[in-house]
C-alpha cells in the first residue's frame, strides 16, 4: 500500500540556517503530495501542496519538488526563523488511494535565537 | 477561510463512560474524517465520510463510533471508554474532487481536543 517516510527528528537549528527535511514516498497511480505544519497546541495546516510530477510547490519561504524518479518530496527552506518552530508533516493522497491521506510520523523542529 | 470546530479543546472522562467528540465544518465540504495522533505513532485513521449518512472504518476503528446526519457535522463515540483512548482527537475535512480520483485537494483540520480518561 502507499506509505511515507520522513526524517526522524528533532531537528535543531539556529536562525537563518538552511532547513531540508526529507520526505520519500510508495505509492501506485499518480498521487497529490502534500507538507502540513503543526504548530504548538493548534491542529495542522496546509504547508504547501504538488499534484503532479516536477511541480514544485512554495509558501512562506518553503519549497518543495515532487520528484516521481526519486519518489521524494523534501521541505526546504533557505533561512529559518525561530516562528517556524513546529512539527512538519509530509503527507500523500490520490493515486489509487482516493482521497484518503497518508501521513508521515512528522518531524519536530526546533529554531534557535 | 475553511473552518472546522471542535467542540472543546480538553475532556476528561472516567472509564465506561460514552464520549461525544463534535465537529463542524462552514465549507460544504463532503469529505470528513477523524484522527488521533499520540507521540512516535504519528496521525492515525479512526473514520471518515465521503456523505451524510455515509461512514468508513479507517486504520483503528475498534472502540470508536462515527455519526454524520448533517453534511457540516461529524461526531466521534467512545462507546465505552478506556484509558488506552486517551489521546488529542484530530477532526479534519477535504472537498472532494473529480480530478485526481479526489485526492488533490487538501485536509482542513480543527485545533484539536486533548481527551484524558481516568
Known amino acids: 500500500g502507499n506509505s511515507v517516510t520522513q526524517m526522524e527528528g528533532p531537528v535543531t537549528l539556529s536562525e537563518e540556517a538552511f532547513l531540508t527535511i526529507n520526505c520519500t514516498y510508495t505509492a501506485t497511480g499518480y498521487p497529490s503530495l502534500f507538507w502540513y505544519v503543526q504548530y504548538p497546541g493548534e491542529g495542522l495546516q496546509l504547508l504547501l501542496k504538488a499534484t503532479k510530477a516536477d511541480d514544485k510547490g512554495s509558501n512562506k519561504g518553503f519549497e518543495a519538488t515532487y520528484r516521481k524518479e526519486t519518489t521524494s518530496f523534501h521541505l526546504e527552506k533557505g533561512s529559518v526563523q525561530v516562528s517556524d518552530s513546529a512539527v512538519y508533516f509530509c503527507a500523500l493522497s490520490g493515486g489509487t488511494g482516493g482521497f484518503k491521506t497518508i501521513f508521515g510520523a512528522g518531524t519536530r523542529l526546533f529554531v534557535k535565537a | ?118
Open chain 2, 1 to 118: 477561510d475553511v473552518k472546522v470546530t471542535q467542540s472543546s479543546r480538553y475532556l476528561v472522562k472516567r472509564t465506561g463512560e460514552k464520549v461525544f467528540l463534535e465537529c463542524v465544518q462552514d465549507m460544504d465540504h463532503e469529505n470528513m474524517f477523524w484522527y488521533r495522533q499520540d507521540p512516535g505513532l504519528g496521525l492515525r485513521l479512526i473514520y471518515f465520510s465521503y456523505d451524510v449518512k455515509m461512514k468508513e472504518k479507517g486504520d483503528i476503528p475498534e472502540g470508536y463510533s462515527v455519526s454524520r446526519e448533517k453534511k457540516e457535522r461529524f461526531s466521534l463515540i467512545l462507546e465505552s471508554a478506556s484509558t488506552n483512548q486517551t489521546s488529542m482527537y484530530l477532526c479534519a475535512s477535504s472537498l472532494y474532487s473529480k480530478t485526481g480520483q479526489g485526492g488533490n485537494q487538501p485536509q482542513h483540520f480543527g485545533d484539536g481536543t486533548r481527551l484524558s480518561i481516568l
